[in-house]
C-alpha cells in the first residue's frame, strides 16, 4: 500500500499542482478585463524570472541578487528594437532630446528582429558565463557570490542611468506602440501575447522539470550539498554551475522581453538591486527547490502587492513587508512545502487500515523523509575505526 501511495503523491505533485496552475491560466481571458489580462501576463514573466531562479539556488544552492541585470538586459534589447520599428525613419525620440544627430553604430542591427531576439537570450548568457566562469573557477560561493551578483546589478543600472543619449537614462526606453507590425495597445494583440508568454512559462518549466529529473539535476543538487565530493568522483563544478547560471540568465532575458512586449517600456529601475531582491521573495514564499512553488509564489506575491498597492496606496509597502515576514515565519518551507506536507498526511490518513506498529513506522518515515533521525544516531554513535 506504501509504494501505491508513494506513487500517487508523486504522480500528483508531478502533474497535478502543474495542471491545477496552469487550467485557470488558460481560462483568465475568459473572466478578465483587457487591463487585468495584461497585469497577470506581466505576472507570468516574473514567473519565468523565479523559475530560474529557483534553478540555480533552490536545485544549486546559489542565491543570486543580479537576476535584475539580466531581466533588464533582455528587456532592453527587446525595447531597442520596438523602438526602431515605432520611430521608423526618424530617430527614437530621446536621442534627439539629447543632442544625437546619428543612431549609434550599435543600435543598426536591432533594426532587425532576428538579431533583437537572440541578444534577448544570448546577452545575458554571455555575460552570465563569463562572470559565472570566474567566479566559480576561484571557488566563490555563498553570500560571497550573492554579494558579487548583487553588485554588477547595481554598476549596470548606474551605468545605464548616466548614458541618457543611448539608453534612455532615467526613463529608459518608452511609447513601445508596435509589435511587429501590431499596435501594442489592441486588445487582440493583448491577448496574442498573453498566450506567448503563458507559452513560454509552460515550456521553460518543463524544460526545468527535465533537467532536475535527469542526470544533470542531480549533479547540481550533488554540488550543492557537497561540492568536494562531486569533483573527487571526477565531475566539473565549475562547468556545471557556469551552465545552470548561464541558463537561469537566459530565461531571466527571456522574461525581460516578454515584460516590455506586455508594458511598452523598460528602465533602470527594473534592473535595480530592489527587483532582484524582490525575485528571492518569490521563491522563497513560494517554496525553492520545487519549480511549481516558484511559479505560484511569483504570481500570489505580485497580486499581493498589486491589490495591496490599490487599496491602500499609502501604506502598501507596509503592508507588503509584513506580508513576507508572517509568510517566511509561518511557512519556513514555502507555500509548495506547506501544501505537500499536509497533502501526504491526508493521503496517510485516508490509507487507513494498516496494523497499528506498521502504521507507525510508516507514518515516522513520512514525517521524516530525509532520515533525520537516522543521521542524528549515527552522528552521536562512538566510533569505530581510526578514520
Known amino acids: 500500500m506504501a509504494p501505491r501511495d508513494s506513487a500517487l503523491r508523486t504522480f500528483l505533485w508531478t502533474w497535478g499542482a502543474p495542471l491545477a496552475v496552469a487550467l485557470p491560466l488558460l481560462v483568465a481571458p475568459l473572466v478578465l478585463s483587457d487591463f487585468r489580462l495584461n497585469l497577470l501576463g506581466k505576472f507570468l514573466t516574473f514567473a519565468i524570472v ?3 531562479l529557483d534553478l540555480i539556488w533552490g ?5 543570486s541578487l543580479g537576476q535584475g541585470l539580466f531581466f533588464g538586459l533582455g528587456g532592453y534589447a527587446m525595447a531597442m528594437y ?3 520599428e515605432t520611430s521608423g525613419s526618424r530617430l527614437p525620440d530621446f536621442m534627439s532630446w539629447s543632442g544625437l544627430e546619428a543612431l549609434p553604430l550599435f543600435w543598426e542591427p536591432f533594426r532587425s528582429p532576428v538579431v533583437a531576439l537572440c541578444a534577448v537570450v544570448l546577452a545575458p548568457m554571455a555575460i552570465a558565463s ?3 566562469y570566474l567566479v566559480f573557477r576561484s571557488r566563490v560561493q555563498g553570500v560571497y557570490f550573492s554579494l558579487i ?3 554588477l546589478t547595481l554598476i549596470a543600472s548606474i551605468l545605464f542611468v548616466g548614458q541618457q543619449a543611448i539608453t534612455g537614462g532615467t526613463n529608459g526606453i518608452t511609447n513601445l506602440k508596435t509589435i511587429f507590425g501590431f499596435a501594442r495597445g489592441a486588445a487582440s494583440t493583448q491577448t496574442v501575447l498573453y498566450f506567448v508568454t ?3 512559462l509552460g ?3 518543463l524544460l526545468c522539470r527535465r533537467l532536475t529529473q535527469s542526470r544533470f539535476g542531480r549533479l547540481l543538487v550533488a554540488a550543492r550539498d557537497d561540492e568536494n565530493r562531486v569533483r573527487f568522483l571526477g565531475y566539473n563544478p565549475v562547468t556545471l554551475k557556469t551552465l545552470v547560471f548561464a541558463l537561469s540568465a537566459g530565461m531571466a532575458g527571456i522574461a525581460g522581453a516578454l515584460f516590455v512586449c506586455q508594458v511598452g517600456l523598460i528602465s533602470p529601475s527594473s534592473m535595480g538591486v530592489m527587483p532582484s531582491v524582490e525575485m528571492v521573495t518569490w521563491v522563497a514564499v513560494g517554496g525553492r527547490g520545487t519549480l511549481i512553488g516558484a511559479v505560484v509564489g511569483a504570481i500570489l506575491v505580485s497580486l499581493g502587492k498589486s491589490a495591496l498597492s490599490e487599496s491602500y496606496p499609502e501604506v502598501w509597502q507596509l503592508g507588503f513587508g509584513a506580508l513576507f515576514a508572517a509568510s517566511v515565519m509561518l511557512l519556513p518551507t514555502g507555500i509548495a512545502g506547506f501544501l505537500r506536507r499536509h497533502a501526504s498526511r491526508l493521503v496517510r490518513r485516508d490509507a487507513g487500515g494498516a496494523a497499528g506498529p506498521a502504521r507507525a513506522r510508516g507514518e515516522a518515515a513520512v514525517d521524516d523523509p530525509v532520515g533525520v533521525g537516522e543521521v542524528e544516531a ?4 562512538p566510533a569505530t575505526s581510526g578514520r
Open 203 to 205: 515550456a521553460l518549466y
Open 59 to 63: 536545485y544549486g544552492g546559489m542565491l
Open 198 to 200: 503563458l507559452f513560454c
Open 149 to 151: 551578483t548583487q553588485a
Open 130 to 132: 563569463a562572470v559565472g
Open 50 to 52: 523565479a523559475l530560474g
Open 378 to 381: 549515527r552522528t552521536e554513535a
Open 82 to 84: 520596438l523602438k526602431l
